[in-house]
Nanobody, 115 residues
Framework: VTLVESGGGLVQPGGSLRLSCAAS????????MSWYRQAPGKERELVAR????????NYADSVKGRFTISRDNAKNTVYLQMNSLKPEDTAVYYC?????????WGQGTQVTVSS
Protein backbone atom coordinates (compact mmCIF):
# COMPACT_ATOMS: atom_id res chain seq x y z
CA VAL A 1 0.00 0.00 0.00
CA THR A 2 1.34 3.39 -0.99
CA LEU A 3 -0.27 6.77 -0.34
CA VAL A 4 1.26 9.95 -1.77
CA GLU A 5 -0.11 13.34 -0.77
CA SER A 6 0.34 16.56 -2.71
CA GLY A 7 -1.10 20.05 -2.90
CA GLY A 8 0.05 21.60 0.34
CA GLY A 9 1.64 25.02 0.60
CA LEU A 10 1.48 28.50 2.06
CA VAL A 11 -1.85 30.32 1.82
CA GLN A 12 -3.29 33.46 3.34
CA PRO A 13 -6.18 33.32 5.81
CA GLY A 14 -9.44 32.97 3.92
CA GLY A 15 -7.73 31.24 1.03
CA SER A 16 -8.21 27.77 -0.43
CA LEU A 17 -6.13 24.69 -1.15
CA ARG A 18 -6.91 21.31 -2.65
CA LEU A 19 -4.98 18.31 -1.36
CA SER A 20 -4.70 15.09 -3.33
CA CYS A 21 -3.73 11.60 -2.25
CA ALA A 22 -2.77 9.09 -4.92
CA ALA A 23 -3.21 5.49 -3.74
CA SER A 24 -1.76 2.25 -5.05
CA UNK A 25 -1.11 -1.32 -3.97
CA UNK A 26 -4.65 -2.19 -2.92
CA UNK A 27 -8.17 -2.29 -4.32
CA UNK A 28 -8.96 1.38 -3.82
CA UNK A 29 -12.71 1.24 -4.38
CA UNK A 30 -13.21 -1.26 -1.56
CA UNK A 31 -11.83 0.84 1.28
CA UNK A 32 -12.74 4.02 3.06
CA MET A 33 -10.21 6.83 3.08
CA SER A 34 -9.41 9.52 5.61
CA TRP A 35 -7.50 12.74 6.01
CA TYR A 36 -5.77 13.50 9.31
CA ARG A 37 -3.65 16.44 10.40
CA GLN A 38 -1.02 17.11 13.02
CA ALA A 39 -0.07 20.57 14.20
CA PRO A 40 3.21 21.24 16.03
CA GLY A 41 3.00 20.05 19.61
CA LYS A 42 -0.41 18.48 19.11
CA GLU A 43 -1.72 14.99 18.54
CA ARG A 44 -2.77 13.78 15.12
CA GLU A 45 -6.50 14.35 14.60
CA LEU A 46 -9.09 13.10 12.14
CA VAL A 47 -10.19 15.79 9.69
CA ALA A 48 -12.52 13.94 7.31
CA ARG A 49 -13.48 10.45 6.22
CA UNK A 50 -15.18 9.09 3.12
CA UNK A 51 -16.72 5.68 2.46
CA UNK A 52 -15.51 3.34 -0.27
CA UNK A 53 -18.09 4.48 -2.84
CA UNK A 54 -18.06 8.07 -1.66
CA UNK A 55 -21.64 8.14 -0.49
CA UNK A 56 -20.89 8.80 3.18
CA UNK A 57 -18.63 11.47 4.62
CA ASN A 58 -17.76 12.63 8.13
CA TYR A 59 -15.96 15.76 9.27
CA ALA A 60 -14.37 17.13 12.39
CA ASP A 61 -16.50 19.90 13.87
CA SER A 62 -13.65 22.36 13.35
CA VAL A 63 -13.76 21.98 9.55
CA LYS A 64 -17.48 21.38 8.85
CA GLY A 65 -18.78 23.73 6.19
CA ARG A 66 -15.27 24.66 5.06
CA PHE A 67 -13.64 21.38 3.95
CA THR A 68 -14.94 18.81 1.51
CA ILE A 69 -13.59 15.29 1.08
CA SER A 70 -14.17 13.49 -2.21
CA ARG A 71 -12.75 10.60 -4.20
CA ASP A 72 -12.32 9.48 -7.78
CA ASN A 73 -12.24 5.68 -7.83
CA ALA A 74 -11.26 5.66 -11.50
CA LYS A 75 -8.10 7.57 -10.60
CA ASN A 76 -7.43 5.91 -7.21
CA THR A 77 -7.30 9.36 -5.67
CA VAL A 78 -8.89 11.06 -2.69
CA TYR A 79 -9.12 14.84 -2.35
CA LEU A 80 -9.56 17.39 0.38
CA GLN A 81 -10.87 20.76 -0.74
CA MET A 82 -10.12 23.32 1.95
CA ASN A 83 -11.83 26.71 1.83
CA SER A 84 -11.91 29.67 4.22
CA LEU A 85 -8.63 28.54 5.70
CA LYS A 86 -7.65 29.76 9.15
CA PRO A 87 -4.25 29.98 10.85
CA GLU A 88 -5.36 27.14 13.13
CA ASP A 89 -5.60 24.87 10.09
CA THR A 90 -1.80 24.98 9.85
CA ALA A 91 -0.55 21.39 10.11
CA VAL A 92 0.89 18.47 8.25
CA TYR A 93 -1.96 16.70 6.50
CA TYR A 94 -1.88 12.93 6.11
CA CYS A 95 -3.84 10.52 3.96
CA UNK A 96 -4.88 7.29 5.67
CA UNK A 97 -6.57 4.00 4.98
CA UNK A 98 -7.04 0.77 6.87
CA UNK A 99 -6.57 -2.35 4.79
CA UNK A 100 -7.23 -5.75 6.35
CA UNK A 101 -6.86 -4.26 9.82
CA UNK A 102 -3.59 -2.43 9.21
CA UNK A 103 -3.28 1.36 9.11
CA UNK A 104 -1.37 2.95 6.24
CA TRP A 105 -0.18 6.54 6.03
CA GLY A 106 1.28 8.83 3.44
CA GLN A 107 4.34 10.97 4.05
CA GLY A 108 2.23 14.07 4.70
CA THR A 109 1.97 17.47 3.07
CA GLN A 110 2.51 20.75 4.91
CA VAL A 111 -0.27 23.34 4.95
CA THR A 112 0.60 26.73 6.37
CA VAL A 113 -2.03 29.44 6.74
CA SER A 114 -0.42 32.79 7.42
CA SER A 115 -0.45 36.37 6.24
Amino acid sequence: VTLVESGGGLVQPGGSLRLSCAASGFTFNVYGMSWYRQAPGKERELVARISSAGGRTNYADSVKGRFTISRDNAKNTVYLQMNSLKPEDTAVYYCNTKVRGDDYWGQGTQVTVSS
